[in-house]
Every structure is written in C-alpha cells, then in structure tokens.
C-alpha cells in the first residue's frame, strides 16, 4: 500500500502572503522600507540567502530565487564603497528578480539605494532581530509553509500520546470509532479530511482541514461539533503520525495476520510508517483495539518488547526443554500447591 499516489502538492507564496503571516506565526516584526506591488513577487524556495559575494560582482552561481538576508557585513561593505560604486554593487544584486530584501539588526540602505530597489519592484523590509536570529525564525516558518503535504480521507486521533490515523472505505465507520475514542478520553485531530506536512527527513505532522476542523459527520445523527461537546481536552491541533489503521471489510477467504511477526509499513509522502489492517466484523471491539495498538506502539518504542517475538522464543524454549525430558538431560520439578 503506498499512500503516495495522488494529492502532493508543493506550495509558493506570493511576498505580501509572507509579510502578512510571519509576524503572526512567529515572535519576529518586519516593517516595510517601500512601497511595491507585494503580489507580484513569489517566494518559491524556503532557504534564505546572504548575496556578499553577488554585491562584490560575483552572480554566477547567485541564488536570487531565494530570500535575500542583508546584514551587518552586507550593509557596512555597501557603505564603505564610493557612491557609484556603492550604486554598481547593488544595482549588480536588484537586476535579477528577488523575491524581496530584508535588512536585519535595524541596519539601513542609503536612499538612492532604496530608490533603486522601489524602481525595480523588489520589497524591502527591515528587523531589529540579529542576522542569525532572523535566519532561525525565518527558515522555521518557510520550513512549514514549503514541506511537502497531501490530504488524505481518513480520521487522525491521539490515543494515549500515539499519533493513530484511522483510514479505509467509506461506510467503515473510521468517524464512529474515532468519536468513540474521544469518548473514551483522547483527543481528536481531524476526521474525514486529514492533511499531513512531511517535515525535514521523516517526520509527517497531521492537522485537520481548516473549513472542517474538529466537525465530524456521523451517519444517521449529523454533524458533531468535537470541542463544544467534549471540551477542549477532546481536541489537539496537531499530531506526529505514528501509526496507521486500515480498516478492512471482512473477507472469511483473506488471511489476516494472527501473530503481528511480519510488520507492515506504508509510505506517506516517502516516510515509512508501520501499518495495522484491522478486519471489521460484527462484535469487534475496534476502539479497544486500537487503544491496544497504541500501547504496543509504546512499549515497543521505549523497550523494545514486542508481544509475539516473546511468545515465540518461549515455545523455543518449551520445545528445547520437552527435547531435554526426553533425552533425560533435564527434569521439570512441580512444588505441590498445598492451598487451604
């Protein structure tokens, strides 16, 4: 199974996006040097860039797709040069398209430079922040709006500090039994629409859609609002995926996995994540089930035991010990229960 097929998406964002929402997101304020037509100008990479070498006439391997950082090395090298040459240097750096400029630790451009940037549609913006604060915020936020996502149908709830996606066909009743996990005390994230963000190597962040939220459909009672209901302990925002469950129709022919010795994985957006098929059949207790998932998830994750690898090296051992009676090599001795 390979939940990769359809529905990656990559994003952009147009400058006036990026200026409208960093200060929101993040504890960092840019305020505005010039006036220009923001939309026009698209963010398409989330790295940043010190363009020292483009100012000092070197473009040749120039990354100006990209966010351009100037700091305090930057600015000082531009005001330590004659003004025609200051021009050249910069006039060598606003010729190609950048996305915008920011000047950080409160430095300024010389008017005429500022001039040459609002003639040439580039924003410009300015921090109080130091060049390596501003370049930590700024790549945490770029970092989340360019990762990968995708939306999947399905339900993703926290059960007991375990991220648990819910998917299968429609009808299995992936809402009934996550509504019922919310009864029992954990925590919804999204149902029916689920959007999952890869970020950085291997790690997927699931969230609800922002029209549906924490709004289930339940068939034959109608849309549930989770957090008036429940309260807010009943939802979370955002969870790691750690664990998948399909649910399956039941099917006498299928052979299902009985000992969970061959662990099964899924790829979601190229990340590897262990899989559970769980058969629906009438007098199933799903949600105890996947309660049980997530504690097995637990105490395989901190110590390493896994149920079946157990039980399988202690029939080893009773075999190796039947092997031994036989050969009289060894005794099995049985104290007496001397019960009152």
Not at 317 to 325: A, C, D, G, P, W
Request: proline share 2%; with cysteine.
């Amino acid at each position: 199974m390979n939940l990769d097929q359809k529905g990656l998406k990559k994003r952009s964002m147009t400058v006036a996006y990026f200026f409208e929402n960093i200060s929101k997101s993040l504890d960092i304020k840019l305020r505005r040097l010039n006036e220009v037509d923001e939309q026009k100008r698209r963010i398409f990479e989330r790295d940043l860039h010190r363009p020292g070498l483009a100012l000092a006439g070197f473009t040749n391997l120039f990354t100006y797709k990209r966010v351009q950082i100037l700091g305090n090395t930057e600015t000082r090298f531009l005001n330590h040069l004659e003004d025609d040459d200051r021009k050249r240097a910069f006039e060598s750096l606003i010729k190609f398209k950048l996305p915008c400029i920011i000047l950080t630790s409160n430095n300024k451009l010389e008017p005429e430079l500022l001039d040459m940037a609002t003639r040439a549609g580039v924003p410009v913006f300015v921090t109080r922040h130091s060049s390596t604060k501003t370049i930590y915020l700024l790549t945490d936020f770029l970092d989340d709006q360019f990762s990968q996502y995708q939306q999947f149908h399905g339900s993703m709830v926290d059960v007991y500090g375990v991220g648990v996606m819910l998917i299968g066909n429609s009808g299995l009743g992936k809402s009934e039994v996550a509504l019922d996990l919310v009864e029992r005390g954990h925590r919804l994230v999204a149902d029916d629409a689920v959007v999952i963000n890869r970020k950085g190597e291997n790690v997927l962040i699931a969230s609800g859609n922002e029209i549906v939220d924490h709004f289930m459909e339940i068939r034959g009672l109608g849309v549930v609002d989770v957090k008036a209901i429940f309260g807010i302990r009943a939802i979370r925002d955002k969870k790691v995926v750690q664990v998948v469950v399909e649910l399956l129709e039941w099917n006498e022919e299928s052979d299902y996995e009985r000992l969970g010795l061959d662990t099964k994985t899924t790829k979601i957006l190229g990340v590897e994540t262990p899989l559970i098929q769980l058969p629906i059949n009438p007098g199933k207790n799903i949600t105890v089930i996947i309660e049980v998932v997530a504690l097995n998830y637990l105490l395989k994750h901190y110590s390493g035991y896994v149920a079946a690898e157990a039980l399988e090296q202690r029939i080893k051992r009773v075999i190796t010990n039947e092997s031994l009676k036989k050969s009289g090599k060894g005794r099995t001795y049985l104290a007496k229960d001397y019960e009152e």
